[in-house]
């Protein structure tokens, strides 16, 4: 998230009703405090839905409700993890993106923001993308922590291989979501851990007050790892698959292969490969290899989670009482029906259980009154005890559908345009006269530049035409005949 607004500030003159007596302030501090009430924490089990995709320098497909399950009837997803591998990044298609959205980003947004998805942060690097949206009621118990690239390619400086990272709180729970891509080829397994390895002890938060990764609630960690089935012929492996006895080739996964020796990836938990290989596949078509090489079919692609290490009972301790934090696989398949690159999508969706640390957002917006588009309008907003403001933080006004963090109508900066302040309450006005006329519902966010992260929102509004205002005031007082 960018640490402050872009647009030139507005409201620089302050209204005729900059003070405000103890009465009203007591009313209002007695309002927010009951309002408060209503911004409790969403859900108890959020959803998760992670995508992983090597998508070979290809321009997003017409259609992603498949991949993105938006063509269930009940569609029950909080959040979206999205990995992307391979993606195009010759130099005029990086500068481009460095100026403007990348297609992918761009296409995701299109279609999550109108299901009220935010994208919350993402970091690129050269073919690796990695997104995390979620829905904007979840927004205030998101906290951004750290982003991080660790190249491991061409002498271990070179962007095409490695990992990329999301460090984050949600509702109080560490999350590390990591995005890779190891070295290709079947001789090449060795390698492939020790890219594996680097990429973790890469992982460190020095002087950022965050603990170990391996101390984190939760490690989500897919992509292109590259694994592949050893031993079994061509023919072997492509009759297993076309009789989807996909168990008889589960023995010789180098992945499988490779927990079984190594305590550490152990940890790592994995649903059943009870899908094809998602490797390697002629483009545009569902045939494996056809090509000189005839690639030996393999599931190159892969979604892993570690949850933290829980106390193991003991004798004066049999019992221990149920974890407050457990993920719950509900899904994980590939998605044939993508045929733009040599790979297939992987999916999984978790569900998620867990008692949230932080129940309740840093700060709570209420807008005061009815809004309309010719007078500067009240925020009214309380801060937590714990919650330490910054000159820097903005308040802004968005759309509802709002696609990412600076996707804002207007902002202020909550000290410029402050009002008053008192026991933890505070109120700003708004200038709003330059807002287009418009029949849409709008929110207010809270943005903490020393949090990085979204710490307060509103419920939607919508702000009136001051004419339909002032036709509906004179009809109401008109008498009725």
Known sequence: MSAAPMLPGVGSCGPAWRSQSRMEMSCFRTEVRMKSLQFSAPLPTPSIHVVTWNVASAAPPLDLSDLLQLNKENLSVDMYVIGLQEMNCGIMSLLSDTAFEDPWSSFFMDVLSPLTFVKVSSV?????????????????????????STPTGLFGYWGNKGGINICLKLYGYYVSIINCHLPPHMANNDQRLQHFDRILEMQNFEGQNIPNILDHDLILWFGDMNFRIEDFGLHFV??????????????????????????????????????????KFDKNSNNYDTSEKKRKPAWTDRILWRLKRQPQA????????????????????????????????????????????????????????????????????????????????????????????????????????????????????????????????????????????????????????????????????????
Not at 252 to 279: C, M, N, V, W
Not at 431 to 447: G, R
Request: net charge negative; charged share 20%; aromatic share 12%.
């Open 314 to 481: 003991n004798p004066h301790t049999p019992r221990l009482p149920a974890p407050d934090f457990c993920l719950t696989l509900r899904s994980y398949v590939s998605h044939m029906v993508y045929c733009i690159s040599d790979h297939k999508p992987v999916t999984s969706t978790f569900d998620l259980e867990l008692k949230p640390l932080v129940s309740a957002p840093l700060i709570t917006l209420i807008p005061e009154g009815l809004w309309t588009m010719e007078n500067d309008m009240l925020i009214s907003y309380s801060l937590t005890p714990d919650f330490l403001s910054s000159p820097w933080d903005w308040i802004g006004l968005y759309k509802v559908g709002l696609r990412h963090i600076n996707d804002y109508v207007s902002y202020v900066w909550v000290r410029d345009n402050q009002v008053s302040f008192n026991d933890g309450l505070s109120q700003v006005y708004f200038n709003v006269s330059n807002i287009p006329e418009t029949e849409d519902q709008f929110l207010l966010c809270y943005y903490s530049n020393s949090l990085h992260s979204v710490v307060g929102i509103s419920k939607p509004f919508k702000i009136q035409p001051g004419s339909s205002l002032a036709e509906d005031l004179l009809g109401e007082a008109q008498p009725h005949i």
């Open 238 to 279: 492509r009759e297993s698959i076309k009789n989807q006895c996909y168990s008889d080739l589960w023995e010789k996964d180098q992945l499988s292969i490779a927990k079984k020796h190594d305590p550490l990836l152990r940890e790592f938990q994995e649903g059943p490969l009870l899908f094809p290989p998602t490797y």
């Open 124 to 148: 690129r690097m050269q073919g690796l993308l990695l997104l995390f949206f979620a829905k904007h009621q979840h927004l205030p118990f998101v906290q951004i922590l750290s982003t991080k």
